[in-house]
């Protein structure tokens, strides 16, 4: 069955550093997600995007952030200059159609944390 | 404010016992609601999914949610649970035209032989 895959699973990094979270979405889908959780909190959306344009952001996803379909297969995330306060488990995900009434393949996530 | 409410943090059940995970959620429609499970190492997997006519609706797994719109709730059942069923539950909801999930806390739930 075809699934949502994530590199690295575990991420450490200093403060102030970038990183790049890395997805591979479902072969056929064309939306894609990342979702956060922070240790004991809930799983919240961060950003959707579509044939290469950001279609929908939260209010946490900020100019820290930003997301890139490099190639035909991956999905990054990437963090300019990470905070303490961006550690938290990382969650891709993946639909063939947008809207959240279509189920929404998520990957295994990336435990990022920030020293 | 949409939002989703899951009161219990952790529930431990007996293996064969039957289980409730509740769920609350805050929107002024019906709102598209979904219930995912994560096993350790495991990506979000969706249980099941009710966007509107009979209120139960039947998942994988042998679970089964039921829609209550009086009392806001999206509770998840299952009448029997096995040790394999030891993993976080979440509750979501996604408001219509738009493409985020709003998710629980979460429930984690831990099996006893």
């Known amino acids: 069955e075809p699934e949502v895959t994530q590199t690295p699973s575990h991420q450490v990094t200093q403060m102030g550093q970038e990183v790049i979270l890395r997805c591979v979405p479902i072969?056929?889908?064309?939306?894609f997600y990342w979702y956060r959780q922070i240790l004991g909190q809930k799983v919240e959306f961060l950003v959707s995007?579509?044939?290469?344009?950001?279609?929908?952001k939260s209010e946490i996803f900020d100019d820290q952030f930003s997301v890139e379909r490099p190639d035909g297969s991956n999905f990054t995330l990437k963090i300019r200059s990470t905070k303490l306060e961006d550690s938290a488990m990382y969650f891709c995900?993946?639909?063939?159609?947008?809207?959240?009434?279509?189920?929404?393949?998520f990957g295994p996530g990336t435990r990022l944390t920030v020293t | 404010a949409q939002s989703v409410t899951q009161p219990d943090i952790h529930i431990t059940v007996s293996e064969g016992a039957s289980l409730e995970l509740r769920c609350n959620y805050s929107?002024?429609?019906?709102?598209?609601l979904f219930w995912y499970v994560q096993s350790p190492g495991q990506g979000l997997q969706l249980l099941l999914k009710?966007?509107?006519?009979?209120?139960l609706v039947q998942g994988i797994k042998g679970f089964e949610a039921e829609f209550k719109r009086s009392q806001s709730s999206f509770n998840l059942r299952k009448p029997s649970v096995h040790w394999s069923d030891a993993a976080e539950y979440f509750c979501?909801?996604?408001?219509?035209?738009?493409?985020?999930?709003?998710f629980g806390t979460g429930t984690r739930l831990q099996v006893f032989p």
């Open positions: 995900a993946s639909s063939e159609q947008t809207g959240s009434i279509y189920e929404q393949y």
């Open positions: 072969s056929n889908h064309l939306y």
């Open positions: 995007f579509y044939n290469n344009e950001i279609s929908e």
């Open positions: 929107y002024g429609a019906t709102p598209y």
């Open positions: 009710y966007f509107s006519g009979d209120t």
């Open positions: 979501a909801v996604g408001p219509h035209n738009t493409d985020k999930l709003i």
